[in-house]
């Protein structure tokens, strides 16, 4: 089965609201990483977070190894952040080699 | 910015036929990677490398080769192509320093199998 699973498969917001993007793996890790597809492709990383929580400007990435949880919440949301986000295991002693789950697809209506 | 640059972006190509996903990067990372992306099962590691002149087996390596000639350059091979290959693959090049390791991902290149 996946190991990483995500939740939910997509979300539609008004701009303004907020979103709490959700990872659960079942497998030993590393690391969980997440990353926010654009719409045509590109990956581009926006945490690397083993445990804990991690702020980058209006979003927040908490990872809770024991509860085999990370999530990703974004405020104020904004049109230009609609797209995919994709949360990777990165499994133990297997640095940089990724398991992604399928991603939430986040639209963000104006 | 680390910069990783796919080529060709599309590629159709007929079954049966050899095909050559050429990856460049310009960071100098030790470590890059070969994924595909399918509706239904994400990204999946196809073939890595730790350097110029090393390849590994990723999770699904079967029916690709890959070869990585240069610290630059890494390419993904299909010798005998299939309609199941039909896919967008990614590249991406990291460099684990410590024991956190931030990937840089091109911007795919969308194969496509008749």
């Known amino acids: 089965g996946q190991q990483v699973q995500q939740s939910p498969a997509s979300l539609v917001l008004q701009e303004g609201e907020n979103a709490e993007l959700q990872c659960n793996f079942s497998t030993s890790l590393n690391s969980m990483q997440w990353f926010y597809q654009r719409p045509g492709g590109s990956l581009v990383s926006l945490f690397y977070?083993?445990?804990g929580t991690k702020h980058s400007g209006r979003l927040t990435s908490t990872t809770v190894i024991k509860e085999r949880r990370s999530s990703l919440h974004i405020s104020s949301s904004q049109t230009t952040d609609s797209g995919t986000y994709l949360c990777?295991?990165?499994?133990?002693?297997?640095?940089?080699?990724?398991?992604f789950g399928l991603g939430t697809t986040l639209q963000v209506q104006p | 910015e680390a910069a990783v640059t796919q080529s060709p972006r599309n590629k159709v190509a007929v079954t049966g036929g050899k095909v050559t996903l050429s990856c460049n990067q310009t960071?100098?990372?030790?470590?890059m990677y070969w994924y595909r992306q399918d509706t239904g099962h994400g990204l999946r590691l196809i073939h890595y490398s730790y350097g110029a002149g090393s390849t590994e087996k990723g999770d699904i390596p079967d029916g690709y080769k890959a070869s990585r000639p240069s610290q630059e350059n890494f390419s993904l091979i299909l010798e005998l192509a299939t309609p199941s290959q039909t896919s967008v693959y990614f590249c991406a090049s990291g460099d684990a320093t410590t024991s956190a390791e931030t990937l840089y991902f091109g911007s795919g290149t969308r194969l496509t199998v008749l």
């Open positions: 990777a295991l990165e499994r133990t002693g297997n640095t940089g080699k990724l398991i």
């Open positions: 977070n083993p445990s």
């Open positions: 960071n100098n990372h030790n470590n």
